[in-house]
């Protein structure tokens, strides 16, 4: 028994001396013993190897420039596009007594991480077509270009022009704003393409950084707005909404209070008369009332989910809570009426930019555009888009 145990401690330390030395060949001892064989097999407890995502290489975000090699296509549901930027190149630039020329990055810095309403969701199945640069017509502000998602049928570049931009499931545009991209780190490499390729320039970087760092935009910019029809998702249980107008002079904060409630100081913190939440976006009034006058109204374009009056709630009810395609309506109280009218009035929401709310004259400044044809005029059965999303989409900024 003593000469059996010698052996098998023997053989022990020699499977443990092969296994610390990453599996060199076993000693002609241990291979006529079956125990230090069973002592290699995996433990079922260990977690397997995690599976890597697939990394899309992208050499160039002009549209002109796109090539085959640029495509990314995805087989499954994925949470994030991992991307690695090949044109990015450093600003760093080499000593003055050698050539002067950009030094590339690490392949590290070169990748970024691209999510869908902040990893909330997961890009679908199929979805295929190019990264690119959205660079804003002259007209508007280059303080508004963002990077954007064109959806194609094919590989081939030129399929692009007939391509539609990637859109969240409620309609809103999947993009990453100039703002954002100037003033978090994690892209600093869309910076590096963005500058040399031209797309942006310093100074135009230099100014998105200080607004989004001053404003702290990264979570949210649904509610950024430069221009007529472009989609935004409201709450109607929110007291407040904040807006924020883009412009050649920088952003210009805006809160709106009790959208579809009285208005008034003492009564912003009233309970709401709707819950529910939609996709809205501004547009200019057509009312013969609002004729000659620069006057902004609420679209309703989606109801992304059910509308209705608040239990909470124990005002008036004789109005049609919001619905599809409608404009906004706001309650107003009779008691300034000398002689009130039986029925609440609901008047239509509404602003006139040249004598409230200034900050919203950009909108009329960048009339056309965006085009209302270029609205989503239906979304067909895409799926409605999860309640982590909308709080995310909508929470104050």
Request: net charge positive.
């Amino acid at each position: 028994m003593r000469i059996l145990r010698t052996t098998l401690q023997r053989n022990l330390v020699a499977s443990g001396d092969t296994h610390q030395t990453g599996g060199r060949p076993l000693s002609a001892d241990s291979v006529s013993d079956p125990l230090p064989t069973l002592l290699n097999i995996p433990r079922a407890s260990e977690p397997a190897a995690p599976r890597r995502e697939p990394v899309f290489d992208v050499r160039t975000l002009q549209r002109e420039k796109l090539t085959p090699d640029d495509h990314i296509a995805l087989g499954a549901n994925r949470r994030a596009i991992n991307v690695r930027l090949c044109g990015a190149l450093s600003l760093q630039l080499a000593p003055s007594h050698t050539r002067s020329f950009p030094i590339p990055l690490a392949p590290n810095a070169r990748k970024v991480r691209l999510c869908p309403g902040g990893s909330l969701e997961a890009f679908s199945t199929g979805l295929k077509g190019f990264l690119y640069y959205w660079s804003p017509p002259s007209r508007l502000t280059p303080l508004a270009g963002e990077v954007r998602f064109r959806k194609t049928s094919s590989a081939d570049p030129s399929s692009f022009a007939k391509g539609v931009d990637y859109r969240l499931p409620m309609g809103v545009l999947w993009r990453i704003p100039l703002l954002p991209i100037a003033s978090t780190e994690a892209y600093e490499p869309l910076r590096n393409v963005l500058l040399s390729e031209h797309l942006v320039n310093t100074a135009t970087l230099a100014r998105a950084r200080t607004l989004g760092e001053e404003y702290k935009l990264q979570r949210n910019m649904s509610r950024v707005v430069h221009s007529f029809y472009q989609p935004f998702v409201v709450d109607l249980c929110q007291h407040t909404h904040t807006f924020y107008f883009l412009g050649p002079q920088g952003l210009h904060h805006s809160e709106f209070w009790n959208l579809c409630s009285e208005k008034g100081q003492d009564l912003r913190h009233d309970v709401q008369p709707f819950e529910g939440r939609l996709l809205c976006c501004f547009e200019p009034s057509k009312h013969p009332r609002h004729a000659r006058t620069r006057t902004v109204v609420i679209r309703v374009l989606k109801a992304l989910s059910p509308v209705r009056y608040s239990e909470r709630y124990h005002g008036a009810r004789n109005m049609t809570p919001p619905r599809e395609g409608g404009l906004l309506y706001s309650y107003s109280s009779t008691e300034q009426y000398e002689h009130p009218p039986k029925m609440a009035p609901w008047r239509l929401w509404r602003v006139n930019v040249d004598r409230y709310h200034s900050e919203m004259k950009v909108l009329f400044d960048h009339q056309g555009v965006i085009p209302r044809e270029a609205l989503p005029q239906r979304l067909g059965p895409a799926p409605e888009p999860s309640a982590r999303l909308l709080d995310y989409l909508t929470k104050d900024m």
